[in-house]
């Protein structure tokens, strides 16, 4: 995956364009834009700041966390539970079965392509502030991906928003 702190407005079309892949039949999209409102009060902006090269680890192991969670054995991201030990094999006198014994490789991910894009300064009332865009061959995969991704970074990442209102 990518992830991207940048002080410039956030091209979604393009970042969409980034996740493309034939074979994708799924590409989830969230946008977090900059409302005109919070509790009440006018929002003139939002302003990011961040630890730019922490935040930048931070969402990349986040990245890597989601793709991970979902390649185990197809389960969404979001589930965190371990999975049961594999049941064990007959029993068998030939000797060739006692040599099969070796694990199977892990799933390959059931994620294509994550991308992550997060501005960073001023960011006026109706412009995107983060960007996350998922591939996969499943919608239920890239929206768990999506979604997961999205609380991580909220949670997690170094970046801080202070808002703006009116008067």
Request: some cysteine; aromatic content about 6%.
């Amino acid at each position: 995956g990518t992830c991207v702190l940048t002080y410039a407005p956030l091209d979604v079309d393009a970042i969409i364009r980034s996740v493309g892949d034939d074979g994708a039949g799924a590409t989830a999209v969230f946008i977090g834009t900059t409302r005109d409102s919070f509790k009440g009060k006018v929002v003139v902006k939002l302003e990011y700041q961040a630890y730019s090269k922490l935040a930048i680890k931070t969402m990349t192991e986040i990245i890597q966390a989601a793709q991970v969670g979902a390649s185990a054995a197809g389960r969404s991201p979001s589930s965190h539970a371990p999975l049961p030990p594999p049941p064990p094999p007959p029993p068998s006198t030939s000797p060739s079965a006692l040599t099969a014994s070796a694990s199977p490789p892990p799933p390959p991910s059931l994620l294509l392509h994550t991308i992550l894009h997060h501005r960073l300064g001023p960011v006026p009332v109706g412009q995107p502030s983060i960007v996350i865009a998922v591939s996969s061959p499943h919608r239920r995969e890239a929206f768990a991906a999506c979604e997961e991704i999205l609380e991580q970074v909220k949670m997690r990442a170094q970046i801080w928003k202070r808002e703006y209102y009116e008067g």
